[in-house]
Every structure is written in structure tokens, then in C-alpha cells.
């Protein structure tokens, strides 16, 4: 099958063609600032110690709603949960356009933080949306799509930030973003169909009751060995990402010596490489299995957040970073609550439908636990010892995840992954 028959076939569910449609004109608009949102904060009077302070308050915050996420996605439904997480992601632009301190940046990652409740829900009613035999490559059509506009948006927001100043340039695409994130909410709620019946007393609203009724300990015990094993290697990887992801746009303007836009230059060519070898990568997985795509994505992570301390100009800054280009193209990147398509599927393989929402909930909070921390950790290393020691703990800590992941995961067999839900409709591929 080719690629554009595949994007054309996946996309004839109407869900897939709903959450595209919309989070692809999400990213637009939040792309051209999030890469610049701890400079924004930076300029606002925090130091890098009190930054990382602020992102651990929003990691923290993402866990406290990741499990109740879980469970009431599985209760109430996936479209619900959706649209309830959609309209808090449209709250916190506000807060952050009327900020003048840094102190006043809390409030808004808190509600951007719940917003993130809607993560199992919509993992779920993408995994219920495609057939297990083509769940990685569907996944990666999704993600194909909806990363295009990063291509645009890393240079377009880095020339925005050098031509306004940061402060005045976010704000302008804040307000673009509050529009765009409305609009998505509307659509999501008009259009999206639930998959999960919760009206008959069939086995998944008896399932959600059970789950309901059951308490943490419970809920840990009844996880397989492979989630558990999936859940340290996405903890030990959201611990690594965190202490840095926020400080390598820092780094590379007040160490290396960038400009905004040459940093957003080589955010566009880390984005075409990443979109031009994430679908394929997803077709690959079906027919090879996850593992080994997934593993091919974490060794070269790491390696490209060593690398970011060895570069020392432009040109070198955006071969590493063109590494990191491929790792996440390849779609086994993780990042604590999410990952990339490949490993989205391979959670939803071993994952049971009835209660996959509950189960990735929970991951997240344990994944989110771990890497709480990881910010404040990263800002006080840079700020206090060196700033290339959150870089280097980073590697350390990835590549003992990547080894863990190698060692003790077992991927299930196709024929044994639980087969997804009926999406209930036509559309359905």
C-alpha cells in the first residue's frame, strides 16, 4: 500500500479525520511559541532554578489528572474526556497573555497541566479507531499529518521572536492560539463519535465500575509484566527529557550563541526529517514488529542530547539535532505522559480495550512521578554546577532505559493483541 493510499484509507474514520483536522491546526499556532516559552519566562524575571521549579509544579500537575484521566475515560467515554481537556487548553493562553512576573506563569500551567487529562482518552479512541495489523502505521499517519506545520512554525516563530523580542512576540502568538484552540474544542465536540458504549451494561461499563471500585494498589498489581516494563522505560525517558528539553533552547542562545531564528531554522529541518520518516517507519513496524523500531529511535536520543554540549557552532548544533530529527521520525521516542506513534501502538498492543484508558492513566502517573522532579533537578544543575551536567545525566539516564527496554520486554504477538472495540460507524477502515 502507498503512502498516500494509506493516509487516504486511515483517514475515512471519522474520529482520525476529527483529531487531525484539529490538533494539526492546534500545533500551528502553539508551535510558534512553545519553543520559546522558557525564554518568555526567563524574560519575566525568573532564573533557570525558579524555571525549573515552575515545570516541575506542571509536572506534578499532569500527573495529579493522568490517572483520574484514565479511569473516567473508561467510565464517562473517550469523547467527553476530550472535549472537557480541549476546553482547558483553551484557558491558559489567557493567563499567560496577562503575565507580567513570572509567579503569574503558575496558574496557567496548572490548567494547561489538567488539560492533559484528556491524553488516555485520546490514545484509546485512536487505538480504537485502526485495526491492530495497521495501528503502528495509522498512529504514524496521525502524526505525520499533524506535525507538517512544525515545519513551518519552528523558523516563522524564531523570526517572530527576533523581530518583536520574545516578550511581545509569544503574545502575539498566543492570541492566535486561543482562537485556534476554540475552534478545535467546537469541532471535537460536534463531530467526534464515542467508541466505547457506556449506555448498555455490556462488559466494558462493567469493567469501568470494576476499575472504579478498585484502589491504586489493585490497579498496580492487575498490570501485565510488559506495561510495567513499558512504564519504567517511559519513566526512566520522561525523567531524561525533562532535564533538559526546557533549558536546550537556553543553551543554544546563551552558550553556543544562536540567534531565535537560527534555533528555529534548525527546529524546521529537525521536523521535515522526523515527518518524511515517520510514516514509513510505522508501515516498517507493522511487518517487523515494534521492538526493534522502537529501539532504533532510543539509541540515537540519546546520542543526540550528549552531542547538544559537544556542538559549538550553527552548522554542528544542527547535525545533532538533525540525529534527533531521525530518532523521533522513527517514533519510539517517550516523553513520560505520551511517545511517538510507534510506541503509542505498542502500549495499546498490550493493553486490554475495556481497560486501556485506565491503564495508560496510570501509567502516565507513575511515569509522571518519577520525572516530577527532573525540571527543578535540570535548572538547579544549570544554574549552580555546570549547564552541561543536566545534559549529560540525561544520557546516562536514557541509555539505561534504552537497556532495560532491550533486556526484559517482550513484544506480545500480534495475534495475541487485544483486539480493539468496534468504532461504531460506516467510517470505520
Known amino acids: 500500500m502507498s503512502y498516500l493510499s494509506l493516509i487516504r484509507e486511515t483517514f475515512t474514520n471519522r474520529n482520525l479525520a476529527v483529531l487531525t483536522v484539529t490538533q494539526t491546526l492546534y500545533m500551528f499556532t502553539a508551535f510558534l511559541w512553545w519553543p520559546y516559552r522558557s ?36 467510565r464517562l467515554g473517550r469523547k467527553k474526556m476530550i472535549v472537557l481537556g480541549s476546553a482547558l487548553r483553551v484557558a491558559a493562553p489567557v493567563i499567560y497573555l496577562l503575565s507580567t512576573h513570572w509567579t503569574h506563569i503558575a496558574p496557567a500551567l496548572i ?22 495489523e495497521r495501528r503502528s502505521s495509522g498512529f504514524a499517519a496521525y502524526r505525520t499529518v499533524t506535525w507538517m506545520p512544525m515545519i513551518i512554525t519552528s523558523l516563522l516563530g524564531g523570526v517572530f521572536m527576533d523581530y518583536f523580542g520574545v516578550l511581545q512576540g509569544v503574545r502575539l502568538c498566543l492570541l492566535a492560539s486561543l482562537v485556534i484552540s476554540a475552534a478545535s474544542t467546537t469541532l471535537r465536540w460536534r463531530y467526534i463519535e464515542e467508541t466505547l458504549d457506556t449506555t448498555r451494561g455490556g462488559e466494558a461499563p462493567r469493567a469501568s465500575e470494576r476499575s472504579g471500585r478498585r484502589n491504586l494498589i489493585q ?22 527529557m525533562r532535564m533538559v528539553w526546557s533549558f536546550m533552547v537556553i543553551y543554544a542562545v546563551e552558550i553556543i550563541g544562536l540567534t531565535k531564528t537560527q534555533w528555529g531554522l534548525i527546529g524546521t529541518v529537525v521536523s521535515i526529517i522526523s515527518t ?35 556542538a559549538s557552532d550553527f552548522l554542528q548544533l544542527g547535525m545533532v539535532r538533525s540525529m534527533m530529527g531521525v530518532a523521533r521520525g522513527f517514533g519510539g521516542t517517550v516523553w513520560g505522559l505520551m511517545g511517538g506513534p ?39 544543575m544549570y544554574d549552580n554546577i555546570s549547564p552541561n551536567l543536566p545534559f ?14 532491550l533486556i ?22
Open 39 to 74: 525564554l518568555f519566562i526567563l524574560e519575566l524575571g525568573a532564573t533557570k532554578e525558579l524555571l525549573g521549579m515552575l515545570l516541575m509544579l506542571e509536572t506534578f500537575s499532569q500527573l495529579v489528572f493522568q490517572l483520574p484521566g484514565g479511569i473516567l475515560a473508561d
Open 111 to 132: 490548567i494547561n497541566a489538567a488539560s492533559m487529562i484528556y491524553i488516555p482518552a485520546m490514545n484509546a479512541l485512536l487505538a480504537e479507531s485502526l485495526p491492530p
Open 219 to 240: 490497579g498496580l498489581g492487575s498490570m501485565p509484566r510488559s506495561v510495567w516494563v513499558l512504564t519504567v522505560v517511559a519513566a526512566l525517558s520522561g525523567f531524561a
Open 276 to 310: 518524511l520518516i515517520t510514516l514509513p517507519s510505522g508501515m516498517l513496524a507493522d511487518r517487523l514488529g515494534r521492538k526493534p523500531i522502537i529501539a532504533v529511535s532510543k539509541v540515537l536520543g540519546p546520542l543526540s542530547t550528549i552531542g547538544f554540549i559537544l
Open 342 to 380: 510507534v510506541w503509542q501502538a505498542l502500549v495499546a498492543d498490550c493493553t486490554p480495550p475495556e481497560e486501556r484508558g485506565r491503564m495508560m492513566g496510570l501509567m502516565g502517573s507513575i511515569a509522571g512521578i518519577v520525572s516530577t522532579p527532573a525540571s527543578w533537578v535540570g535548572g538547579y
Open 392 to 405: 549529560q545525566m540525561s544520557f546516562a539516564l536514557d541509555t539505561a532505559s534504552l537497556a532495560i527496554f
Open 408 to 429: 526484559f520486554f517482550r513484544e506480545p504477538k500480534r495475534d495475541a493483541a487485544p483486539p480493539p472495540k468496534d468504532a461504531g460507524g460506516p467510517e470505520d477502515p
